[in-house]
């Protein structure tokens, strides 16, 4: 577990149905361990001090992001449903939520989403957020690794924060066998501190 304080930020990346329970649309294998594990860190970190933010998927019916729509994805998080609530058993009320892809575009990272087909970016609140609250370090946990918590840990660390992401927090959506592997390995390669 992190040593959390209150220049730390704990991110807690959509642990939502769709994600994180088994009837969910893009579940992920593992995930009920992450909820155990992020309620642990969210415990610690909120004891400490720390700053806890969650980020939470919220698409419209209808985005590129989806499959039916041209993008890769299954139908998953959208607003006002099921599939976009938080997981039942998660800790959810340490702290504010972000929430990213509400207007259609791809919200892997936390810190900014992306139009799925001119590419163009746009910050969320979340660095805001947190260098309000004067924040030098982010622990990045949640769903899932090789997407959303790769991306938003990626961010972080090219925001000039010190970044951690734990192993036992994430798990790994593994379109391809071996791209949770590859997320951790690319992380480290940029600096970031994988526990």
Known sequence: MPVFNPRTALIVVDIQNDFAHPDGSLYVDGAAAVVTFANAAISEATESGALVVYTQDWHPEHTPH?????????????????????????????????????DGNDGYSGFSTRDPESGEQQATNLETLIRDAGIERCVVLGLATDYCVKETAADAQRLGFSVIVPTDGIAAVNLRSDDGNA?????????????
């Not at 989806?66 to 998080?77: A, K, L, M, S, T």
């Open 66 to 102: 989806f499959e039916r729509d041209g993008g890769i994805w299954p139908v998953h998080c959208v607003g006002d449903t099921w599939g976009a609530e938080f997981h039942e058993d998660l800790t959810t009320d340490a702290g504010p939520v972000v929430r990213k892809g509400v």
């Open 183 to 195: 997320a951790i390995s690319e992380l480290r390669q940029l600096g970031v501190e994988i526990e």
